[in-house]
């Protein structure tokens, strides 16, 4: 697995994230103010979570997998 950090500004909808060793799929971003976004993840298990973030956030993305979530 290759990952890189990125800021939430660049994130996109199907990006893998880790957060605390999980691996996380973007399902949908919502911009909150103009310093503020709302990440909808979901784990490899189908549960969904609400990730709150200024958009200086650095998330460690996944940029090559051999796993599918």
Do not use: P, W
């Not at 103009?34 to 993305?61: M, P, Q, T, W």
């Amino acid at each position: 697995m290759t990952t890189d950090l990125m800021e939430v500004y660049s994130l996109e909808v199907g990006d893998q994230i880790i957060i605390n060793d999980n691996v996380y799929r973007i399902l949908d971003i919502e911009d909150g103010d103009a310093l503020e976004y709302r990440l909808i993840v979901s784990d490899e298990e189908g549960y969904r979570r609400h990730i709150e973030a200024e958009s200086s956030k650095k998330f460690r993305i996944v940029l090559d997998n051999d796993t599918e979530i």
